[in-house]
């Protein structure tokens, strides 16, 4: 999920909320991307609480790439 959710810590908690609902129905893996504008106002452990899931640095395998 990338995308522009924060434009002040109250609507920012709201919108990555709704966000955060629709991760239990999606049914393949979901990796969240912090953007610059996503913590202007909340910080990491404000993103991890609201989406429910770790914002630390992965690398995933997907064939001969590697995603980081």
């Known amino acids: 999920m990338t995308g ?10 709201v919108l990555a909320a709704e966000v955060a609902e629709v991760f239990p129905r999606i049914t393949a893996p979901v990796h969240h991307i912090c953007g610059n504008h996503d913590r202007d106002h909340l910080g ?6 609201i989406l429910g899931r770790s914002l630390q640095n992965d690398v995933h395998d997907c064939a001969d790439w590697q995603i980081a």
Request: aromatic share 12%.
């Open 44 to 49: 990491v452990a404000q993103n991890e609480a």
């Open 4 to 13: 522009f959710l924060t434009f002040d810590a109250p609507i920012g908690r």
